[in-house]
T-cell receptor
Framework: DTAVSQTPKYLVTQMGNDKSIKCEQN?????MYWYKQDSKKFLKIMFSYNNKELIINETVPNRFSPKSPDKAHLNLHINSLELGDSAVYFC???????????FGQGTRLTVV | AQKVTQAQTEISVVEKEDVTLDCVYETRDTTYYLFWYKQPPSGELVFLIRRNSFDEQNEISGRYSWNFQKSTSSFNFTITASQVVDSAVYFC????????????FGKGTSLLVTP
């Protein structure tokens, strides 16, 4: 059973389009995250949700909007995609405690 | 403000050599947690270890060992008798005990182990 699953794994789209990445975890965790990994492999937190409530919202363009329908899901919607949005996006989950976070496989987004 | 510095961008070793990956952190928090993650060429992020700021005991897990020194704000990772399968990018990360426990990652060290 996959613990944290993201779909799609690859996403190629044109500038200006709107796209979504879905994330689901079956670990019973109460906190979920989105991280962005740029072309230099640098990982940075974007958002964190605890029990469907937004608790971290780093400096991310308004075009990025997370949505958590329940505590097992955290989707990422991106409007008006730009070339600079090309990156690998990782979903992760953990307990609301400094335990290890489990990461999804990542979604490689390429904006052309 | 929190910061994690992994000064070694790339390291290349020959199989069976020992290698140490350095991690230096900055934080004003008195309670915090440190982590190491591995990212192999396949791209997934694999948890290796977590250490809290009150536990300076070193840890060994097979060929892996970690040296946490609060006095120098370092949490270094040593691989003994490296193997080709150890080739990966290794990330050190820091999280406080508040603000959602999001990980502040260092820039990673790319380790290449050649036969």
């Amino acid at each position: 059973d996959t613990a944290v699953s993201q779909t799609p794994k690859y996403l190629v789209t044109q500038m200006g389009n709107d796209k979504s990445i879905k994330c689901e975890q079956n670990l019973g965790h109460d906190t979920m995250y989105w991280y962005k990994q740029d072309s230099k492999k640098f990982l940075k937190i974007m958002f964190s949700y605890n029990n469907k409530e937004l608790i971290i919202n780093e400096t991310v363009p308004n075009r990025f909007s997370p949505k958590s329908p329940d505590k097992a899901h955290l989707n990422l919607h991106i409007n008006s995609l730009e070339l600079g949005d090309s990156a690998v996006y990782f979903c992760a989950s953990s307990y609301q405690a400094p335990t290890e976070a489990f990461f999804g496989q990542g979604t490689r987004l390429t904006v052309v | 403000a929190q910061k994690v510095t992994q000064a070694q961008t790339e390291i290349s070793v020959v199989e069976k050599e020992d290698v140490t990956l350095d991690c230096v952190y900055e934080t004003r928090d008195t309670t915090y947690y440190l982590f190491w993650y591995k990212q192999p060429p396949s791209g997934e992020l694999v948890f290796l270890i977590r250490r809290n700021s009150f536990d300076e005991q070193n840890e060994i897990s097979g060929r892996y060992s970690w040296n946490f020194q609060k006095s120098t704000s370092s949490f270094n990772f040593t691989i003994t008798a490296s193997q080709v399968v150890d080739s990966a990018v290794y990330f050190c990360a820091l999280t406080p005990t508040n603000s959602g426990y999001a990980l502040n990652f260092g820039k990673g060290t790319s380790l290449l182990v050649t036969p």
